[in-house]
């Protein structure tokens, strides 16, 4: 067995309720215990070496190799086992090979039911980007279906591990966009009417800011393609343990003048159970207890 490693002194003062810390602890453990590889500078980075194999992501359906398409070598993604880069992937690549036990699990979660699944891409941004929000905001999992009303809608994923808010950066597209009023922010935000009259004085904050801009990039979708779709469902993704993400998303129901599966906050715990429920084989029942394993501290 490999050792454990090294841990991040800092991670008590960003994240207090030491979520974090356990996370960190957590995947150096699998790291060492189940992979029995060794690591680079802290517990929870494969080495470049093991990070190229593949080692972040769960060897079968071909999820790998589906990595390798959308992204070269990059430490986020294919070494730091903290960080939600990879997840989608391991979550949501072997979904996309069976939309039918797809469809049954987020059926779960909506009102009318899905009928089908459609399309589903990690990592995606529409095309020709001055027609939606004009910038680089982007869904870690875009899935496209069609309703049991035979209506089509979009369920735009942000998937979160340990992630927290994040500070505006000076100088920057979306800073020029957070303060210009004309933005196409504040345009898809007053058309959309989903946000109560006080909500847009609060949703740039650091607190609000990414869900609020996933989910514009959403309506934005429905506003210039309303041929197309009549629903958008921001759904984020993350673990129970994560109080801020737990406290932020009952906080941003608060800002909605109507939610009609607007927005999901969903946890992997919650996730899980219908995955479970609806798991059609031993094949994907060894990927769920890999999920679990790998993403739950237990107790």
Not at 151 to 160: A, C, H, L, P, Q
Not at 262 to 268: G, H, S
């Amino acid at each position: 067995m490999k050792e454990i490693g090294k841990q991040y002194p800092a991670d008590s003062k960003s994240d207090p309720s030491g979520f974090l810390s356990r996370k960190r602890l957590h995947q150096s453990i699998f790291r060492a215990e189940v992979l029995n590889l060794p690591y680079e500078t802290y517990g929870n980075y494969l080495t470049k070496e093991d990070g190229e194999k593949g080692y972040n992501f769960y060897n079968d359906f071909g999820i790998f190799q589906a990595v390798k398409r959308y992204r070269k070598y990059n430490v986020p993604l294919y070494s730091n086992m903290l960080r939600s880069e990879h997840i989608p992937f391991n979550f949501f690549i072997p979904l996309n090979i069976n939309k039918r036990f797809c469809r049954d699990i987020l059926s779960e979660f909506f009102n009318p039911n899905i009928k089908t699944i459609d399309r589903i891409e990690i990592e995606y941004a529409p095309q020709q980007k001055e027609r939606y929000l004009n910038d680089r905001t982007s869904f870690d999992v875009y899935i496209e279906y069609t309703s049991s009303y035979s209506t089509r809608g979009i369920i735009g994923i942000e998937v979160k591990y340990t992630e927290r808010e994040y500070k505006l950066q000076k100088k920057s597209k979306q800073e020029e966009d957070i303060l210009s009023k004309t933005s196409r922010y504040y345009v898809v935000s007053d058309k959309c009417k989903l946000y109560k009259s006080e909500a847009i004085d609060i949703l740039p904050s650091d607190r609000f800011r990414q869900i609020w801009r996933n989910h514009l990039l959403g309506e934005s979708i429905l506003i210039a393609d309303s041929n197309k779709f009549r629903h958008f469902t921001s759904l984020t993704l993350f673990p129970c343990g994560n109080t801020h993400f737990v406290e932020t998303s009952k906080e941003y129901l608060c800002l909605l003048a109507k939610n009609e599966n607007n927005f999901l906050p969903i946890t992997y715990e919650e996730f899980f159970a219908p995955c479970y429920k609806h798991c059609p084989d031993g094949k994907y029942r060894n990927w769920l207890n890999y999920l679990e394993q790998r993403y739950i501290v237990k107790g």
